[in-house]
T-cell receptor, first 113, second 110 residues
Framework: EPEVTQTPSHQVTQMGQEVILRCVPI?????FYWYRQILGQKVEFLVS????????KSEIFDDQFSVERPDGSNFTLKIRSTKLEDSAMYFC???????????FGSGTRLTVV | QKEVEQDPGPLSVPEGAIVSLNCTYS??????FMWYRQYSRKGPELLMY????GNKEDGRFTAQVDKSSKYISLFIRDSQPSDSATYLC??????????FGAGTQVVVTP
């Protein structure tokens, strides 16, 4: 069964450093998303991406965050200057159309120290 | 009022019992309803997807949506210890963002 692949599975970074989280969505999917889950809390929406541009973003997704689909297969989330409160599981998701559910990746656990 | 409410549990049932999970929501614009299973420190795994009101069955899983009451349910028949996980409801008013419930932790005891 097709999967959404995320790398790395775990990243530890110093506060203030930049991190890039990588995702390979399912190949025929058109809609891409990033969500995050702080330990013990709900899964929260960050951003949606369609047709090579951001279609919606949450208030969490401020100027520190950016997304890119650099080569038609990878989908990346960049955090420019990490804060302690950015520590969370980050999930990439994709879907083929509005009549399908979202497929999530296994996540990247980001720890900011 | 939270947009999506879900009892966090834990919900403990004996093996073979029916697990009954539910969520309520406040946004009448939600049309797409999903149930996900999440194991500890893993990504959510899609179990059921429903558009608008009605019932949907897939193997041991049945999802129900009652838009008039803003209430959705998931039933798991013949529960197994491997069904022990956190179950998340999620919903959307478009192809955009999902709103998740807090998740219900389910423990199926042998």
């Amino acid at each position: 069964e097709p999967e959404v692949t995320q790398t790395p599975s775990h990243q530890v970074t110093q506060m203030g450093q930049e991190v890039i989280l990588r995702c390979v969505p399912i190949s025929n999917h058109l809609y891409f998303y990033w969500y995050r889950q702080i330990l013990g809390q709900k899964v929260e929406f960050l951003v949606s991406f369609y047709n090579n541009e951001i279609s919606e973003k949450s208030e969490i997704f401020d100027d520190q965050f950016s997304v890119e689909r650099p080569d038609g297969s990878n989908f990346t989330l960049k955090i420019r200057s990490t804060k302690l409160e950015d520590s969370a599981m980050y999930f990439c998701a994709s879907r083929s159309d509005i009549n399908r559910g979202y497929t999530f990746g296994s996540g990247t656990r980001l720890t900011v120290v | 009022q939270k947009e999506v409410e879900q009892d966090p549990g834990p919900l403990s049932v004996p093996e073979g019992a029916i697990v009954s999970l539910n969520c309520t929501y406040s946004n009448s614009a939600f049309q797409y309803f999903m149930w996900y299973r999440q194991y500890s420190r893993k990504g959510p795994e899609l179990l059921m997807y429903t558009y608008s009101s009605g019932n949907k069955e897939d193997g041991r899983f049945t999802a129900q949506v009652d838009k008039s009451s803003k209430y959705i349910s998931l039933f798991i028949r013949d529960s197994q210890p491997s069904d022990s996980a956190t179950y998340l409801c999620a919903m959307s008013d478009s192809w955009g963002k999902l709103q998740f419930g807090a998740g219900t932790q389910v423990v199926v005891t042998p």
